[in-house]
């Protein structure tokens, strides 16, 4: 989850593909392939300014894996969420330790996301699952 600027844009998400978080690794053996429901994700992928976890281009869906060092930086996910939202993408939040101790949840909870129409969310809030 990074915002970047200039030619260096797909050098680092080549980079974060080549170097993902544990969990980011578990959440990607489950989404890739068009396993979940037939919806086809990428991982570490460019949008706007930033550089997204995963993201459907189809359903406007991006999901988010965030690590300790998000509790320091809720203003950043913050301002990237209210981003997303105004280009009319649904973002979905989970910890780390969510995955690694509840992946079916998680993978649950984004399924049945996927499934249903968007529901209007307040100004500037990110979902979390």
């Known amino acids: 989850m990074s915002k970047v600027t200039g030619k260096s844009f797909k050098v680092i998400a080549r980079n974060l593909r080549k170097n993902s978080t544990e969990a980011e690794k578990i959440l990607w053996q489950r989404l890739r392939n068009r396993q979940l429901e037939g919806f086809k994700f990428r991982r ?11 993201i459907n281009f189809e359903r406007k869906f991006v999901i988010e894996l965030d690590g300790g060092q998000h509790a320091i930086e809720k203003d950043k996910d913050r301002e990237r969420d209210r981003w997303f939202q105004a280009q009319g993408f649904e973002v979905l939040r989970y910890w780390n330790n ?23 969310l307040p100004p500037g809030e990110g979902r979390r699952g």
């Open 98 to 120: 969510e995955v690694f101790e509840n992946l079916e949840g998680v993978l649950e909870v984004i399924r049945e996301r996927l499934l249903s129409p968007p529901p209007p």
């Open 44 to 54: 570490q992928q460019a949008v706007g300014r930033y550089i997204v976890d995963f």
